[in-house]
């Protein structure tokens, strides 16, 4: 297999037309489709241009301060029992053992 082609310039520059739909209201998200018209080398590298798209897509939300939250899940035990140490690192959980340093 030949080696990539090195990019040529921004993205940005390489893609036209990009339109966006709101496609569904998910659990914990509003689901969007992002449509990208490429110049014809991107199509020969798919892979490579969605990574190029994820990655400036995700540079974009840093530079204007938009974070994407990973949802939270509860945990229900229906029976037995836990024990839980949060100790004073937040974030740090032992399930029925000490935690480390504490």
Request: aromatic residues 6%.
């Amino acid at each position: 297999m030949p080696p990539l082609p090195p990019s040529r310039g921004p993205l940005p520059a390489r893609t036209a037309n990009t339109d966006v739909w709101r496609v569904n209201f998910g659990d914990s998200s509003v689901d969007f489709e992002v449509m990208v018209r490429v110049v014809p080398e991107l199509i020969m590298h798919p892979g490579r241009t969605k990574a190029e798209l994820l990655w400036a897509l995700e540079d974009e939300l840093c530079k204007r301060g938009i974070e994407i939250p990973f949802p939270q899940r509860d945990l229900q035990l229906r029976s037995g029992s836990i024990d839980v140490n949060l100790g004073d690192n937040a974030g740090q959980i032992a399930f029925g053992r000490p935690t480390p340093g504490a």
